[in-house]
Structures are given as structure tokens and as C-alpha cells.
């Protein structure tokens, strides 16, 4: 496992990525989920966590703008859904769910 960074599609050298991941765990460690924060003390717009093949990669930029804190995910940081994968409450109470006329659901006794 390796620790990189990427900034603007760019990998920094091993010496330099090493600095920058002792820098964010290091501001983290102080101010927790705070990427917009780290981004702004490093001079950046963003940064994302990432799992990449090889292990942990910051994907830092100086234009892409920062989206909200998220557990590190392969291929891109995703925004974290607050809704069951198997739908809304919402969706759920929409429509005749006894389309067929059936009732033995409201039988009692």
C-alpha cells in the first residue's frame, strides 16, 4: 500500500506526497472532515480522498471545487446518501399497492 497525491491529474514525487499526506493528517487530526479548510492552507480548491489501486490518493486541485465530506471510495469521493439503497419512505406510499383487489392483508382474526 503507498500514500499518493495527485493534484490538477498531476503525481507529486514520493518525498512530496509524503509531506502532504503528513499535512492533511496532521490538520484533520485537528480539524476533522474539514477538507475545504486544508484545501485553502495548501493553496487548493479541493481535496478528495480516494482508494486507487495501489492504496490512499489525495486528488487535489486548484480549480475543481470541493464537494461535501465523504469516506474514501475507489474511482471518486461520492457525496454520502442519507436514503436507503431500496427507496424513499415517499416513493413507498405512493399509488394502490393492492391493485388487485386483494384485501387478506386488513383480514383480522
Same mark, same amino acid.
Given at each position: ?14 518525498a512530496d506526497a509524503r509531506a502532504f499526506?503528513?499535512?492533511? %493528517? @496532521?490538520?484533520?487530526?485537528?480539524? &476533522? ?7 485553502? $492552507?495548501?493553496?487548493?480548491? +479541493? ?13 487535489? %486541485? @486548484?480549480?475543481?471545487?470541493?464537494? &461535501? ?7 471518486? $469521493?461520492?457525496?454520502?446518501? +442519507? ?16 391493485q388487485g383487489g386483494s384485501k387478506s392483508s386488513k383480514k383480522r382474526?
Amino acid at each position: 500500500m503507498s500514500l499518493s497525491v495527485v493534484v490538477d491529474g498531476v503525481a507529486l514525487a514520493e518525498a512530496d506526497a509524503r509531506a502532504f499526506w503528513d499535512r492533511f %493528517s @496532521r490538520y484533520m487530526d485537528d480539524h &476533522p472532515r474539514d477538507l475545504v479548510g486544508f484545501a485553502k $492552507a495548501e493553496g487548493l480548491a +479541493s481535496v478528495h480522498p480516494q482508494m486507487g489501486a495501489d492504496g490512499a490518493v489525495l486528488v487535489a %486541485s @486548484r480549480t475543481a471545487l470541493q464537494r &461535501p465530506y465523504a469516506n474514501a471510495s475507489s474511482g471518486s $469521493a461520492t457525496k454520502p446518501t +442519507s436514503q436507503p439503497s431500496s427507496g424513499s419512505p415517499g416513493h413507498q406510499s405512493r399509488g394502490n399497492r393492492n391493485q388487485g383487489g386483494s384485501k387478506s392483508s386488513k383480514k383480522r382474526g
